[in-house]
């Protein structure tokens, strides 16, 4: 049988969309990343994952400096066969993942890294810059692997199966992508850049 494939020309507005999903605070900037995460709760639909890295947990508080804290939250979106209403807020997420200290910025990178434990379930990551734990902005990867129990609806990231630091300060270890299968032993891979890493030289 012969079939053809829709093609997308010229400019399309972006308030043509099927579906919007909108930020739950001023200055939250959701939508700095967004990814196709595989089905990582295994219902047979692929989920979506959206970050707000400016995000604060506790926006009024006493403090008279009015620092912002940021911690930044991520949101997951579990796929249905029904789908979303035309505008969707985030604060409806199946999951939100919040990051674990002030100024985190949770998250830079998400992104679907396949099946990286074996078991049969696509698994995510999630990359946050600003983390501190190996010097400051050494940057920092967590890994959850898909489960079809899912997530409670908040999550903090200290609960990751896995993680990865940044090896010196300013390191800025936070981009991650998947890689697939690259070495032939059953598990997918996955790649972390840090882009400020400094060696050879600086950055």
Avoid: C
């Avoid at 939250?28 to 989920?47: P, R």
């Avoid at 002030?102 to 099946?115: C, I, K, M, T």
């Avoid at 920092?140 to 199966?161: E, N, Q």
């Amino acid at each position: 049988f012969n079939f053809s494939i829709a093609q997308y020309s010229g400019e399309y507005p972006l308030s043509t969309a099927d579906i919007s999903f909108t930020g739950e605070n001023a200055g939250d900037e959701a939508g700095y990343h967004a990814s196709i995460i595989g089905d990582v709760n295994t219902d047979g639909f692929d989920d979506i994952m959206i970050t707000a890295p400016h995000f604060d947990e506790n926006p009024v508080d006493d403090d008279p400096l009015n620092i912002i804290k940021e911690n930044g939250k991520i949101y997951l979106f579990f796929g249905k066969a029904d789908g979303w209403e035309t505008t969707v807020s985030l604060s409806n997420a199946d999951v939100s993942f919040l990051g674990d200290d002030r100024n985190d910025q949770a998250s830079h990178d998400v992104y679907g890294v396949g099946d990286v434990n074996g078991d049969g379930i696509d698994d995510f990551a999630i990359g946050v810059k600003f983390i501190n734990q190996t010097g400051l902005r050494a940057g920092k990867v967590y890994i959850f692997f898909g489960k079809a129990s899912g997530w409670p609806v908040l999550t903090h990231l200290s609960s990751a199966d896995a993680s990865f630091v940044g090896e010196s300060e300013s390191s800025e270890a936070a981009h991650v992508y998947p890689a697939g299968n690259i070495n032939g032993d059953e598990y997918d891979d996955i790649i972390i850049g840090a882009g400020f890493y400094d060696e050879p030289a600086t950055d």
